[in-house]
């Protein structure tokens, strides 16, 4: 159970105390300040009874025991623990005894203060020795310190043993409440960016017939909130972490492709993350001018990992590009648009007289995906520089229009079934072929102006084919879209990138199949995906096992994976807002709707999302007709 209020986050078990096995604890800035914590009452730990997330950086725990002599077989004294993601922790015992009980109350605390690294690689110490501190205990070593403080302070505090004890006595129907606040020295409460007046992200909620759809967008929201972080030296500029907890700081191609699905809560936060990237990119001259960097990403067993940086790069014009039709006002588009420019200079330079781009590695290959991303970066570029009157479009539509031409022949393996998108084409033209879930990104060409959507790589035959494919038993798992195909041999369902379901493609599938006129295919992996987020809380991680789904199955957890996480938080905004299906191009004043006409999760009404920087409410029915509830003064509606 991750609670999470970047840069602070808490780990528990459903068993409510912290015992310092794993990876329990308070974290802040990937720092444990207390590995544990664990409350004693009468001299006996409660029974947990209930364990449960109340929001993003918010668990409430529920224990009960007999202290009475009196009580009989019930319990009559209840010791609720709220733990916060802020550093603080309320422990409250609350009596049901007929008669006043009176007990001690002991908390044992301890820590190791070892980074998140180590504590996962098994390498993190033994617990450091305390010492009084204030009204509890600190602790202290080389790299750092920690204390935790009490209020009301205890009777006794006990160094040697890590103790803090107070002696409490309650009325029939009593209750009292301890404050624990963990800190490190010269720091304060940990204050979520997410929770601030100045979030970037609007308040949108979901009403109608499908109560998961209320309760998912809830929590994607409030899990971007919890996964947002400040530039240090631009405080006002914000964007998304990874995830928790493992990932806890910037992923540049993670954090951009997050902040483009939650468009529809604004373009604050497109606009942090695109000015926070823009002072990264690298500069010129040499190969790399422009690149926006990132880390290498491992891409499953039959591929060499991926430059993520070929990806941000790509991806920083795209999300600018959309950004403005969606509203970021003229000013910060032009501010934006040199980094943007050097983007697609780096691209267009390292393609020459080529017609695809390869990995930057030797003899790297041409991956799908990436020709993907380098066709909507050129076409929505093109067009972002002819509005703001840059030169430079008609390159670029001349190599994206030589792009799709190859493509469409040199990426395509043909078979008896119909054929399928390569997974990649090395340097001398094999064809890597299998079946997996980064050809979606072949679906999501990106939004142009008056609410059309960009050309695709894919015409139409072989759209249909990858439609047929992606909606089959051997990529749709019941609970989403698979990241390999059952039938290629290195499939394993708990394959981050070999089998496993990845929100963040099945809900760009669910996306793009929805364009494209493919409903049937996209509604299965829709309803999937809302079934697993039934099961995970709505709280959906950034992925899980690909198992097939089976009558009264549940999705099974993936053990490395992060939750919350920034994509798969950012997914769910994206999957319920395809339902209404906005193509807004606020340049011009106009919005176009294009719902999914079967209306997969009935009527269903989406309020307090952002069109031309003004509140948006659209509302479908049952019947797949959309109508516009609240808009900007102005906006018009466009056939």
Known sequence: MICVALPGLVISTEQGQLTGRGLEGYYRAGRRLLSRCQVRVAGREPLAVQARITAADRARFVGTLRA?????????????????????????????????????????????????????????????????????????CATGTSSVTAAPPPADALASAGLLRWDVELPPGGSTTVELRVRTDGAGRVRAVGRATTSPLAAARATGDHPGAQALLRTSIEDLQALLLRDPAHPSDMYLAAGAPWRCGLAPAEALAAARMA????????????????????????ARSGVIPGPLRDVG???????????????????????????????????????????????????????????????????????????????????????????????????????????????????????????????????????????????????????ELAPGLLDKVRTEQLARLLGGPVMDSGWGLRGLGTKEAEYNPFGHRGGAVRVQETAVAVAGLTAAGYEKEATSLLRGVLAAADVFGHRLPEMYAGEQRTEGSAPVPHPAACRPAATAAAAGVLLLTTLAGIRPDAPVGTVTLRPVRSAPLGEIGLTGLRVAGAPFSVRVSRLGLAMVEEAATGLQLRA
């Open 68 to 140: 009475s002599p009196y009580a009989g077989p019930d319990p009559d004294v209840v010791v609720e623990r709220i733990r916060n993601a802020d550093g603080t922790e309320r422990i409250t015992l609350h009596s049901t005894a007929p008669r006043p009980v009176r007990f001690p109350v002991e908390v044992a605390l301890g820590t190791d203060l070892a980074d998140l690294g180590a504590i996962a690689s098994g390498t993190a110490g033994p617990e450091l020795p305390a010492s009084v501190h204030d009204s509890g205990l600190r602790w202290s």
């Open 301 to 451: 067993p039959r591929l060499p990992p991926a430059c993520t940086a070929t990806e941000a790069t790509l991806l920083f014009p795209a999300l600018l590009a959309e950004a403005r039709r969606w509203g970021l006002p003229e000013h910060e588009t032009e501010e934006l648009l040199p980094t943007a420019e050097r983007c697609l200079t780096w691209l267009r330079t390292t393609v020459g007289d080529g017609t695809y781009l390869y990995d930057p590695q030797t003899d790297g290959p041409a991956r799908c995906e990436t020709q993907a991303h380098a066709h909507r970066a050129a076409v929505l570029g093109a067009d972002l520089l002819d509005a703001c009157g840059r030169p430079g479009g008609v390159g670029l539509r001349q190599w994206a229009e030589a792009l799709r031409n190859g493509f469409r022949e040199d990426f395509w393996v043909e078979h008896p079934g119909g054929g399928r998108p390569a997974a990649a084409r090395a340097p001398d033209g094999r064809l890597i072929a299998h079946l997996g879930a980064s050809v979606v990104h072949l679906l999501d060409p990106g939004l142009l102006g008056g609410g």
């Open 263 to 286: 468009l529809p809560l604004g373009t604050r936060l497109a606009t942090g993350t695109l000015r926070t990237l823009a002072r990264t990119q690298l500069p010129g001259p040499g």
